[in-house]
């Protein structure tokens, strides 16, 4: 019999006669070890970390509004953590050791328990160790309906990662504190998965409209997604809706823990196959493919409509409010003279010995105190001015922003902004959400070694 908890409730008869199991069988996710068939076939499976001993972990699908409970168990040999990514939550529920919980020791459990107030497409992730937990699987998609979701025929969730496995053994390495790939572009890999699996086929048919939701799970690569024999729209980002879709003519952007809801109409006929790729240095790259059999009812649709926007605080006029840096600094080959873990102020060359590559405003490490202090509902500017010679995918917890665009208007909201190389973007927000917040660069090799801080609401 499987009676999820929400079936249980809602049904009076149900708990009337199962009035135990409604109260003592809270939802399970439990990270554990597990075996998994990644790389191409021929290879054995890849030993993996995953949330139910799989990766991706189980999709997690909610109503807007509706409230999540799980308990993480932790049955891996090291201590973690889940956060929510781009929830607007419950500071205490946001899943950072040393700042909002303690990490779930091996053995331990912990009891997450929050509300979603926004529709559009999450995801949660192990933020312990991140580099190495992430790296080896946990994480997976978190999809909050609309109560009112656009028309199409499919609603398929991509999540992209980048692993790097042994060519022999399709093992992963565990160089997860190689010191090059933290002073560079991070942990980049050698196989690229899409729900970890290479290369899958979803079947489609002609003229069908599909959602696809993208989300990049990977430590470091930024895809550079692009469609073939299909066309459509981006219609959000990092969950949230865009006022106006905007027209896939080539490709775009989609960094590390960036996601990207699309509608898209197939376009090539039957038999053909159509496929998302990643344009990367080398050539485009396939990465899923959508293989047409047949052609739907209906004839394609035209244009599309913006999906329903989330309550979101507004944010219209930035006159008069006030403007932080956060520069972003060190690096291979703009090494860090010097930066300060707490009080003391080390050299570079000291720095690299504890593994501290990188430094945010002067530090090599979360520091103690928060680098915006901010009374609860006040605006505020953050100019992350990028000193370094890589692209940071700079994440603020639990608040999302807006991109202030070149010409100074309001751009998109978004949780994850890419700051390419000697840029400066600037976001707006709002700060509606009270308690200490993480802000950090989701290049997770970078954000061990030093990209990350933290702000707080009061
Ligand atoms: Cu997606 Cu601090 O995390
Ligand atoms: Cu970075």
């Known amino acids: 019999m499987n009676l999820s908890r929400r079936s249980l409730l809602k049904s009076a008869a149900a708990l009337a006669v199962f009035p135990t199991l409604a109260r003592s069988a809270p939802l399970t996710l439990t990270a554990r070890e597990g075996a998994q068939l990644i790389a191409p076939p021929g290879f054995p499976e890849t030993a993996i ?24 168990v932790n049955e891996l040999p090291q201590a973690t953590s889940v956060h929510w990514h781009g929830i607007r939550i419950d500071n205490a529920m946001d899943g950072v050791p040393g700042l909002t919980q303690d990490a779930v020791p091996s053995g331990a459990t912990f009891d997450y328990d929050f509300i979603v107030p926004d529709a559009g497409t999450y995801w949660y992730h192990a933020h312990n160790k991140s580099v190495e937990q992430v790296a080896r699987g946990l994480y997976g998609p978190l999809i909050v309906h609309e109560s009112e979701a ?17 060519p022999e053994t399709a093992q992963i390495t565990r160089d997860f504190d190689n010191g090059h790939d933290l002073s560079h572009a991070g942990r980049l890999g050698n196989l690229i998965t899409v729900n970890g699996a290479f290369d899958p086929s979803f079947p489609v048919q002609q003229n069908q409209r599909l959602r696809l939701r993208l989300i990049n799970a990977a430590n470091a690569r930024v895809f550079t997604v692009g469609l073939d024999g299909m066309a459509g729209w981006i219609v959000a980002l990092d969950g949230m809706p865009l006022a106006e879709p905007i027209p896939i003519e080539d490709t775009f952007p989609l960094a590390p823990a960036q996601r990207a ?3 898209v109409d197939v376009l090539a006929a039957n038999a053909e196959t159509a496929s998302l790729f990643s344009q990367e240095r080398d050539g485009a790259f396939g990465l899923a493919r959508f293989s047409v059999a047949g052609q739907a009812a ?8 913006p999906l329903p926007p989330n309550p979101l605080s ?7 409010v006030p403007r932080h840096e956060m520069r972003l600094q060190g690096g291979a080959m703009r090494w860090l003279g010097s930066a300060r873990i707490g009080e003391t102020e080390l050299s570079g060359r000291e720095l690299a010995q504890l593994g501290r590559f990188w430094a945010l405003n002067g530090y090599a490490e979360r520091p103690d105190d928060p680098f915006l202090d901010a009374p609860l509902g006040s605006v505020h500017r953050i100019a992350f001015v990028n000193e370094t010679a890589f692209p940071h995918a700079m994440h603020l917890h639990g608040h999302h922003f807006r991109l202030i665009l070149p010409d100074g208007s309001l751009g998109p909201w978004r949780d994850t902004v890419l700051v390419e190389r000697g840029e400066t973007r600037e976001i707006a927000l709002v700060t509606d959400n009270p308690g200490n917040w993480l802000l950090h660069c ?9 990209m990350m801080s933290w702000y707080r609401v009061t």
């Open 49 to 72: 970390w995953g949330f139910g001993g799989q990766v991706p972990g189980s999709p997690i699908h909610l109503q807007q509004g509706e409230r999540v409970q799980r308990r993480l």
């Open 442 to 450: 989701h290049m997770l090799g970078h954000a061990a070694s030093g």
């Open 150 to 166: 656009p028309d199409v025929e499919q609603d398929l969730v991509l999540m992209l990662d980048d692993w790097r496995l042994d």
């Open 314 to 320: 507004e944010l219209t006029d930035l006159n008069n």
């Open 261 to 263: 809801d699309l509608l």
């Open 298 to 305: 209906s004839t394609p649709r035209s244009g599309v409509r």
